[in-house]
């Protein structure tokens, strides 16, 4: 029975010093919400899936009209504007991860046909520069993966391909210099020749340039990337 005190009076002083607030409004909830009504409400959802290689809305059979067999679908939750926008950066720039739970279970639901329509063999997550994530103490594009992973049954690789230049973040730059920024940053590990499919994972896509950069590698290097999936993006 003390212990179960104890443990109440820890639990009551935690949530008294870090009440529980929206990620998306920073106003204070009683029920543990980590996104208020108010802000659900607020979050645009994304209606159709979009193509990487010509930018525009596909159909929801994830193929695009345009580029047929060459399309390159971005499957995402929400439009990175208002609640959205400040979730994305309180998970990606201040260690809040209850997000990557969250949001991979709703894109799940919102496509899980498509995503295993895929038949990919593995996610791979967009990785940060070796020194960015010893800063940051975690890889937010991994945690978001690694959430997805468990819902579609598809294992992750964090070894196939690495970022090798350490370059300006992407968010603080024009769009138009965003594109150069990015170039030549990754590495693929190993080359194959046999019929690899892979689901790059990003927390948000703005550009896409990112994304389309890790892609083309990947692809270079003979593996086929059937699909992006993130929590936002900015089209």
Do not use: W
């Not at 003390?2 to 010093?17: G, P, S």
């Not at 919400?33 to 010509?54: F, H, M, S």
């Not at 709703?106 to 046909?113: H, P, Q, T, V």
């Amino acid at each position: 029975m003390k212990a179960i005190l104890q443990n109440k009076y820890i639990q009551n002083l935690i949530e008294f010093i870090f009440p529980h607030l929206c990620l998306g409004c920073g106003a204070y909830s009683e029920n543990e919400k980590v996104v208020c009504d108010a802000c659900e409400k607020n979050i645009e959802l994304i209606q159709l899936p979009y193509c990487l290689r010509c930018f525009s809305s596909i159909s929801e059979d994830i193929r695009c009209f345009t580029c047929k067999d060459d399309t390159l679908p971005l499957l995402s939750y929400a439009d990175y504007t208002g609640p959205m926008r400040e979730i994305i950066i309180q998970y990606k720039f201040k260690g809040i991860t209850s997000p990557s739970q969250i949001f991979a279970e709703r894109i799940y639901k919102m496509y899980s046909e498509l995503l295993h329509e895929t038949d990919a063999d593995f996610l791979v997550p967009i990785p940060l520069h070796r020194s960015r994530e010893a800063e940051r103490g975690y890889n937010q594009a991994s945690i978001f993966a690694t959430e997805i992973s468990k819902h579609l049954n598809v294992p992750l690789n964090e070894d196939i391909i690495t970022r090798i230049k350490k370059r300006k973040h992407q968010a603080k730059l024009a769009i138009a210099d965003r594109e150069k920024n990015i170039q030549s940053v990754f590495h693929v590990e190993e080359i194959t020749e046999d019929e690899i499919n892979c689901i790059v994972v990003d927390d948000v896509v703005t550009t896409g340039s990112t994304v389309v950069e890790a892609t083309k590698v990947l692809e270079e290097s003979g593996y086929k990337v059937v699909a992006v999936v993130s929590i936002a993006h900015a089209f």
